[in-house]
C-alpha cells in the first residue's frame, strides 16, 4: 500500500502490550477532540471523541484522556493486536464543535506480532 | 452507498490543466468538509459546507481551488491551472451536522500534476 506519512514520529509495541499515543494541542479554545486511525490507502476512521467537559471516556480496547491544563490528549489502546498498526491522528475543534477540525501530524503505530 | 464515496480514486493530469474531484457524502449528512494530505503531512482544511449557508472558504490556498456543493450533497472541487505542489490526496468527509459529530471520510483521491 502507499504511506500515509514517511517521517512520522513511530511508535513500536509488542502484540498484547498496550499502546499509548499521546498529542498535544495548542488552541485553549478547542472543546472537541477526536482521535482517527488511517490505514494505508484508506481514509481517516473515526476511533473515539471526547468533549472538553470531560477527561476520560473509553470505548471498545480504548481510552482516550484529556488534559486540559497542559492541553494534551491521549489514546490508550489495550492488548494492541496487528490490526492496529495504522497512523493515529489527533483533532481538535472550537466553538462547541463548530469550527472545522484541524488535525495533527500523526503517529505511527507498529505492532510487532 | 452506506459511506462517503470520492472520484476519481487517482487521477493523473498535466501542468498547467483543471481538474475536478467529486464527493458523494452520506445521505442526510448536512456538513460536508475538504481536505489535502500531502506525503509526510497530516490533513490540511479546505473548504466546509454547512447546510444553505456561505461556505467556510478559509483553507483554499489559492484563488486557483474552489468547491460547489449541489442541492445540499454532492461537491466537486475544482482546481485550475494545476502545479506540481497540488499533488496530494483529496480528502472529503461528511458529518450529520456542526457541532459534536465526528466525520466520516472517504478514500480519497490522490492526484499527481505531472
Known amino acids: 500500500g502507499e504511506s500515509v506519512g514517511l517521517h512520522l514520529p513511530t511508535l513500536s509495541v509488542q502484540e498484547g502490550d498496550n499502546s499509548i499515543i499521546n498529542c498535544a494541542y495548542s488552541?485553549?479554545?478547542?472543546?472537541?477532540f477526536i482521535w482517527y486511525k488511517q490505514e494505508s490507502g484508506k481514509g481517516p476512521q473515526f476511533i473515539i471523541d471526547?468533549?472538553?467537559?470531560?477527561d476520560k471516556r473509553q470505548g471498545q480496547r480504548v481510552t482516550v484522556l484529556l488534559n486540559k491544563t497542559v492541553k494534551h490528549l491521549s489514546l490508550q489502546i489495550a492488548a494492541t493486536q496487528p490490526g492496529d498498526s495504522a497512523v493515529y491522528f489527533c483533532?481538535?475543534?472550537?466553538?462547541?464543535?463548530?469550527?472545522?477540525?484541524?488535525f495533527g501530524k500523526g503517529t505511527r503505530l507498529s505492532v510487532i506480532a | 452507498g452506506a459511506g462517503v464515496s470520492q472520484s476519481p480514486s487517482n487521477k493523473v493530469t498535466e501542468k498547467g490543466k483543471d481538474v475536478e474531484l467529486r464527493c458523494d457524502p452520506i445521505?442526510?449528512?448536512?456538513?460536508l468538509y475538504w481536505y489535502r494530505q500531502s506525503l509526510g503531512q497530516g490533513l490540511e482544511f479546505l473548504i466546509y459546507?454547512?447546510?444553505?449557508?456561505?461556505?467556510?472558504k478559509s483553507g483554499l490556498p489559492s484563488d486557483r481551488f474552489s468547491a460547489e456543493r449541489t442541492g445540499g450533497s454532492v461537491s466537486t472541487l475544482t482546481i485550475q491551472r494545476t502545479q506540481q505542489e497540488d499533488s496530494a490526496v483529496y480528502l472529503c468527509?461528511?458529518?450529520?451536522?456542526?457541532?459534536?459529530?465526528?466525520?466520516?471520510f472517504g478514500s480519497g483521491t490522490r492526484l499527481t500534476v505531472v
Open positions: 468527509a461528511s458529518s450529520l451536522g456542526a457541532g459534536y459529530y465526528g466525520y466520516t
Open positions: 488552541n485553549s479554545a478547542s472543546d472537541y
Open positions: 471526547i468533549r472538553s467537559n470531560m
Open positions: 483533532a481538535e475543534s472550537a466553538n462547541s464543535g463548530n469550527t472545522p477540525l484541524v
Open positions: 445521505s442526510g449528512h448536512t456538513a
Open positions: 459546507f454547512q447546510g444553505n449557508s456561505a461556505p467556510d
